[in-house]
């Protein structure tokens, strides 16, 4: 069944035909997603923390996200991908085991990113190529490893140059040859550099949506397979039930 659930994931990543990912935090909200006439579910991390009154960067204890994996991955009848952050551990090979107890969960895919999870900076490429390889033995080949960079959310958007833009497909290219399946570019925003990296990379290339950022059609003519909307939903969502409690409360 994972394996079925993989491979329709896997073919939902067209370049010029995205794949929409509108992040739910728990089962609940999976299931909303789902009945909207999603294709596939995915998580974000901060989202999930905050839902749980956790704060991101790995703040929710490894446990409480393995079983929140489990609860969402058998609420609906789609495909299941997990924020996983950076695995919850350094080392490949403990980078590994937790990839595993992931993938058990009836979870396909997760994103996995390279920034050093409590510190500053990213992890050096070869270091976190291994990390991903490690990840790779560990869950086997239905499992789809989106692979993140923070390039672009750790400098902000003024920065972003071709300099920087050639550091995340030399990224990109690394992070493929090591076993991923995807690539995730948080924070880019310049088409024109978006259009550059998903020509260069031979991964399908995942956009981060949030507000004021361009649109989903001028995204897609990028060459961009995947689009996801990280924390938005959830905070959209805690809005409106803000908004909705103050007028109950404020029945006088």
């Keep these: ?18 794949l929409i990912l509108y992040n739910a935090w728990d089962a609940g909200s999976a299931r909303a997603v789902a009945n909207a006439g999603a294709k596939a579910v995915a998580t974000g991390s901060w989202s999930v923390a905050a839902a749980q009154a956790y ?4 703040g929710l204890p490894l446990e409480l996200a393995l ?10 009848d789609l495909p299941v991908s997990i924020d996983f952050e950076g695995g ?42 291994a990390r991903i390889a490690a990840m790779r033995r560990a869950t086997g080949s239905d499992f789809f490893i989106n692979a993140r960079t923070d390039i672009f959310l750790q400098n902000g958007p003024a920065t972003h140059d071709s300099a920087m833009a050639d550091a995340a497909i030399e990224r990109g290219a690394a992070y493929a040859e090591a076993g991923a399946s995807g690539f995730f ?22 956009f981060m949506a949030f507000p004021g950022a361009p649109g989903t059609r001028e995204v897609a003519a990028a060459g961009v397979a995947r689009i996801s909307h990280g924390p938005n939903p959830y905070r959209t969502a805690m809005a409106a039930l803000t908004a909705a409690a103050q007028e109950a409360f404020d029945w006088r």
């Design 67 to 76: 079983a929140g994996a489990t609860r969402i991955a058998g609420a609906v």
């Design 185 to 206: 570019v948080p924070g880019l925003v310049d088409l024109a550099l978006l259009e550059r990296i998903s020509a260069a990379v031979p991964l399908p290339i995942n």
């Design 88 to 129: 919850y551990a350094v080392d490949p090979a403990a980078v590994a085991a937790n990839a595993a107890r992931l993938a058990a969960t009836g979870a396909i895919g997760c994103n996995f990113e390279d920034q050093i999870v409590g510190d500053e900076g990213l992890h050096p490429i070869a270091f976190q190529a």
């Design 1 to 18: 069944m994972t394996t079925h659930k993989f491979r329709a994931f896997a073919a939902l990543h067209v370049p010029g035909d995205p």
């Design 55 to 58: 704060g991101d960067g790995e």
